[in-house]
Structures are given as C-alpha cells and as structure tokens.
C-alpha cells in the first residue's frame, strides 16, 4: 500500500465549479500535512498547510481528519490558473508525496 | 540567497557516463533534502542532510549514487555509470528544521536524460 494515495484524476472542470480532492494516509504518526501545487514539471510550490481544526485560504480551504487519515482540499470558484496537479503531502522523516491529482480548469 | 538554486538546468549523459548535479539551499537553511521525480509524479525521497551530515539515506540507491553537502560549497548529488531509468528531474529542497512545520522550498530541479 502506498503510504499517500490521491486520485490521480484528471478532474476536468468549468470554470467557477466548487472541486474537492481527497487523500489518505498509512502512517498515524505523521504529524505536518501539505497541498503543494506543482505546473508542467516545474518544482513544487507549497499551497497551504493542513491544520487539524481546519485552515482556509480565499478560495481555497483544507482539511484533516486525524482518526480516518485522511486529508481534503476544496478549491471554490475555479479559475483556468488553477490548472495544475495538487500534491498532497505528510511529513514522516522527510516529505512523503502522493502522486497528485491533475485538475484542468476550461473556459 | 533566498531561493534554492539548482544547476545545472537540464543534463545529457550516454548510458554509463557520470552525472553531477548541485544545489545551493536557502541561506540559513541547515536542512537539504533530495528528491527524484520520475514519469506518473512519483516523487522518491532519496537523501537528507543536517548541515554537512547525514540525516536520512534510506532512499539512497546503494550503488551508484552518492551526495555530499561540505561547508562552504553547494551541495552535490552524483550517479556513477548512469542507466536510462535514471532519466528524471532531481529536485533539491531546504528548510530550516526537519520537521518541516512550514513546508520546504524546493530547487526548479535538474532534468537528467540518460541515452
């Protein structure tokens, strides 16, 4: 089993559609959680930390269930520029990534 | 500096042929991390370092891979007698703990193809 699992996708939206991804994780003990963004091959860039309690960024709002481990991302009112695949992320020793999930926005 | 600076860009090398790419982390940073990206996303965690040592090698493949990270210098990752499946993008992170509380800044990465 793959210690992060993501739908890989691709999820192909309108643009101004709400989408969610999801992910899950094997290790309990993990204890910092991440969505990084990452475009056409180019380096990961840190979109938000995951928060227990739940953490919003404008149009953008995480969450984490500790006792299911699992980890969401909402994206609302999508925009083309949101166009990317979305790494989920734990921290273990090092950082562990899922494989991402590829999200098209079309006009 | 304040952005992880990874040369070189992109790497051709015959099969066979040595390979060695560099990474200069964030000022500040005591924390390098190496990661390679193949096709599918996949990334693999392959080293990390606390200031010049050794912090976590289990993803080293044992044989012709090896890193160093000296003072002074940028940090170095190497791969002896390359095979085509060590075609990917090798990016270079740093942060300034290992508990990544605030996520790592990555390098733009190093594209190596293997022919």
């Known amino acids: 089993r793959k210690e992060v699992e993501q739908d890989p996708g691709p999820f192909n939206v309108p643009e101004g559609a709400t989408v969610a991804f999801n992910c899950t994780y094997s290790n309990s003990a993990s204890q910092s959680f991440f969505w990084y963004r990452q475009d056409c091959r180019k380096e990961p860039k840190l979109l938000m930390s995951?928060?227990?309690s739940g953490n919003e960024d404008g149009r953008f709002t995480a969450q984490l269930n500790r006792a299911s481990q699992y980890i969401s991302l909402l994206i609302r009112d999508s925009k083309l520029s949101d166009s990317a695949t979305y790494l989920c992320v734990v921290n273990e020793l090092a950082l562990t990534f899922g494989s991402g999930t590829r999200l098209q926005v079309q006009p | 500096g304040e952005e992880v600076a990874q040369t070189p860009k992109h790497l051709v090398r015959g099969e066979g042929q040595k390979a060695k790419l560099y990474c200069a982390p964030i000022k500040g940073h005591s924390y390098v991390f190496w990661y390679q990206q193949v096709l599918k996303n996949e990334f693999k965690f392959l080293i990390s370092?606390?200031?010049?040592?050794?912090?976590?090698e289990t993803g080293m493949p044992k044989e012709r891979f090896s890193a160093k990270c000296l003072p002074n210098s940028p940090c170095s990752l190497e791969i002896q007698a390359t095979k085509l499946e060590d075609s990917a993008v090798y990016f270079c992170?740093?942060?300034?703990?290992?508990?990544?509380?605030?996520?790592?800044?990555f390098g733009s990465g190093t594209r190596l193809t293997v022919v």
């Open positions: 370092f606390q200031n010049e040592n050794v912090f976590d």
């Open positions: 995951v928060y227990s």
């Open positions: 992170a740093s942060s300034q703990s290992d508990r990544a509380i605030y996520g790592y800044t």
